[in-house]
Structures are given as C-alpha cells and as structure tokens.
C-alpha cells in the first residue's frame, strides 16, 4: 500500500473512531447531529419518500456520520442513535448505537454518509434491540437499501422489514450496509441519562429521560407523525 494511502487511511479511521460518545457533551453532540441529519435528508430530493416511510416506521436509527475508507482495507464506524415510536405515536428518548464493518477488496475512495434505517416492525426492532444485529445477515429480515436518488420505489420497499436510506458525500456512487453490525452502547446510555439504562429500557418502556433529545423528539414527531 502506498504511503499516503496508508496515512490517509488511518486518519479517516481515527475520526470514525473518535466519531463516538465518550462523555456527556460527546453523547449530546451525536443526538445534536442525529437531529441536523434528519432536517437534511428531509430537505433533500428525496425527503418526500423518506417522510413517507418513516410515518410508517416503528423506530428508526439514525448515523450521521459514517466514514468508509477504501484502499486494500476497507472499514466504516461511527455513532449512531435509535428512538422508537411509542403506542400514541411520540417518540422515545434515544438509545446509543455504534455502527462498524469491514471488508476486503481493492476500492478507492472515501466517503461519508450520514444514515437513517427504518424499522418497520417489532420483530425487525427486537432483533436490533435483543443482540449484535449484522444488516443483511437474517434471512427472515428483509432489507432494502437506497442511496440519495431512491425515487418513486419507495413504496415497494414499505414491505422489507428495515429500508435504509444514505445521503452521500465522497468519491463513492452509493453504500450499501449489508454487513454492517448494529452494537448497543451501554457506557453512554448512562453517561447521557446520568444512570444506566438498557435499549429496551429507553425506546421501549421509555423510562429514560434527557431534555437534551426534546429537538430530536421534535423533528421526528414533525416528519414522522
């Protein structure tokens, strides 16, 4: 591998790395960009579908920033959140998430694509909630992936169990998650709630608080209701 490659490399994997909550102002900082990164693909060509999925979703995952380096190794991270819909239709306070893959193979490029995956029914959410969860890996679950220009095809997709949606930035022409594992973050669940608290716990008893995800609760409940 050439040297600047290398180098370049490892500088985008030590920002994925550090992308994560570490501390309270690390955690609120993710719900922050979790909220900016709903308003932007909500405005973007393809926000009509989006809105029109997520008004039909039990919880959605949000990333706003996940970083993909392609040279011999490739590799993504990042943080992301998970807020559920409860039975009158609100949302629930967010549960912290990492998201992280590897592959092998020669690509070039980088790139960094903020995510919303929607999870469209209960046995898509406890299978996320219950365990590690690889995207693509269940062949009970159906997935649907769509990039920036996802279209009219959305309502088709209303049938898979989780649909994906990427805004993308970088030399990449899309991404695909298939093989990306979904981790539960206990250590900032509690560092962001101040007491520890489970995934369930949060998105689904919804005894977890932090006036802090009130703009994020809001933007959902605006595009999402």
Known sequence: MPRF???ALLTILSLAACAGPGDQNGAQRLVDQSTLTVESIMSSSSGPNVANT????????ICPEVFKAGFILGGSG?????????????WSDPAFYT???GSLGLQAGIENSSVMIMIMNDKALNAVINSQFKIGADASIAVANFGAGVGGGTTAALNADIVTFAENRGLFAGVSLDGALLSADPASNQVYYGRPADTRDIVVSMQANNPGANPLRAVLARYGS
Do not use: E, Y
């Open 5 to 7: 490659a290398m180098l």
């Open 54 to 61: 997520l008004k039909s979703a039990h919880a959605v995952i």
């Open 78 to 90: 990042g943080g992301c959140v998970l807020v559920a819909r409860a039975a009158q239709g609100s």
């Open 99 to 101: 998201i992280g893959s």
